[in-house]
């Protein structure tokens, strides 16, 4: 990848543990997503099921637990950046309802960055690669030492 960019260094930036909802290994409640970077397509992906617990309509998932799930997609591309970046808009476009108990996934992508300023992109899929929805977010690179500075293991 050529556009490495230059940011914080996020390697001494470590809570205690991950509580996050939708990604954090230590949250008995959690979705536990894992996501994985494709070099060759420069995109993050998660693939995933979603059950009975995540229920919007009958048999398919609520709007709320979709947009977490684009949203957590989105923020994981500024890795590739070195920096701690918060989520300050997202929009998201509900093309198909996202059933549940199917094999799903989660694609993101950088979208472009101005100074702090990181827009990406996020679809989740169904196994026909079909898009089911898609969001764009705005995420604004943070000083997580200043940030977090009460939550880091020192």
């Not at 949250?27 to 970077?37: A, I, P, T």
């Not at 920096?83 to 476009?93: C, D, F, M, Y």
């Amino acid at each position: 990848m050529t556009k490495r960019g230059h940011g914080h260094d996020t390697r001494y930036v470590r809570l205690q543990k991950n509580y996050c909802f939708a990604c954090g290994k230590n949250n008995v409640d959690g979705m536990r997503l894992k996501f994985s970077y494709e070099e060759g397509r420069n995109c993050f992906v998660c693939r995933f099921r979603l059950g009975q617990r995540y229920t919007g309509p009958p048999g398919h998932c609520h709007g709320g637990i979709i947009a977490t799930i684009l949203d957590e997609a989105m923020g994981k591309v500024n890795k590739l950046r070195h920096v701690v970046a918060l989520t300050s808009e997202i929009t998201v476009k509900y093309l198909k309802p996202v059933p549940l108990d199917k094999s799903l996934r989660v694609e993101s992508r950088e979208v472009s960055v101005r100074g702090r300023r990181h827009i990406n992109l996020a679809e989740i899929l169904n196994e026909k690669d079909e898009v089911l929805a898609r969001s764009r977010g705005l995420f604004i690179a943070i000083d997580p030492h200043r940030m977090f500075a009460k939550f880091v293991d020192k």
